[in-house]
């Protein structure tokens, strides 16, 4: 049974930094890329960053270039998001994914869904 449980979040002042991770469990790695995405009330689902587990090749989104990054532990199978220079629009529920797929930001690609952690960024 494949499981992905999200751990983190938190409440930050603007600037500061967080750092997520998603345990993963129940599959295989290869094939698969896990998939960072947010949410945040009243808006649609964005794709944040993703990262293949066997290479390591990764993905991002231009609103978090160069502020998060995304790197994997395979020997622990966790994925973890750096999130450095947080801004209030980085509010959201952060979701991590699992699918087999290149790494991509695209939701449809991905099967397996955590329950979300929330980062509250604010002064």
């Known amino acids: 049974q494949v499981q992905l449980v999200e751990s983190g979040g938190g409440l930050v002042q603007p600037g500061g930094s967080l750092r997520l991770s998603c345990a993963t469990s129940g599959f295989a790695l290869d094939y698969y890329s896990i998939g960072w995405f947010r949410q945040a009330p009243g808006k649609e689902r964005e794709g944040v960053s993703s990262?293949?587990?066997?290479?390591?090749?990764?993905y991002y989104a231009e609103s978090v270039k160069d502020r998060f990054t995304i790197s994997r532990d395979n020997a622990k199978n966790t994925v973890y998001l750096q999130m450095n220079s947080l801004k209030p629009e980085d509010t959201s529920v952060y979701y991590c994914a699992a699918g087999i797929t290149i790494p991509t930001i695209r939701p449809g690609r991905y099967d397996y869904w955590g329950q979300g952690t929330q980062v509250t960024v604010s002064s």
């Open positions: 990262i293949r587990l066997t290479d390591g090749s990764t």
